[in-house]
């Protein structure tokens, strides 16, 4: 298995197990649900994910960029979860960002060649994420990080393991 292989693979498995969890939230109060007052809640988790891969894409892949303005605001580094489902995107819009966004950070790997992965990040780069690589590597742990804090909203509505 090449290591493109191997990113893709693990993309795929990350993202398919926040899919999963993200299902099991049905209802506004489900998706604003926060274990303790400082916990993200699942719709900022999913807002935040997909928000970073369009991060990740803007750093490697200018030109697939869209604009995240507006979803900085809500998801961003530094922002806090507000229990207010009307200040948010619907979740339906919010897992169409988080398909897209994927679906442009997997078209960006797909242009790239072996090679490619040890490349240096562009200028400005965070210095914890020094070649292409690391960056799909942190894609990849970003997404468990934050599907686990969603993990603790789904088991706080008293909802069995999704992995059981």
Not at 124 to 130: A, Q, Y
Request: contains cysteine.
């Amino acid at each position: 298995m090449t290591r493109k292989e191997f990113i893709k693979e693990a993309l795929d498995f990350s993202r398919g197990f926040t899919n999963q969890l993200l299902d099991k939230f049905e209802s506004d109060s489900d998706w604003m649900y926060q274990a303790h007052p400082e916990a993200n809640h699942a719709m900022w988790c999913a807002g935040h994910l997909a928000l970073t891969d369009d991060w990740f894409v803007s750093t490697l892949a200018p030109d697939k960029a869209i604009d995240t303005t507006e979803a900085q605001k809500l998801f961003g580094s530094g922002t806090k979860p507000v229990n207010d489902a009307a200040i948010y995107p619907s979740p339906k819009e919010v897992r169409k960002r988080l398909d897209e966004g994927r679906a442009r950070l997997l078209s960006v790997l797909d242009g790239l060649s072996e090679a490619d992965l040890d490349k240096p990040t562009p200028e400005g780069t965070p210095e914890f994420l020094p070649t292409v690589e690391s960056v799909f590597k942190l894609a990849t742990f970003h997404e468990g990080l934050h599907a686990g804090q969603a993990t603790i909203a789904h088991r706080g509505l008293g909802r069995p393991p999704i992995m059981g």
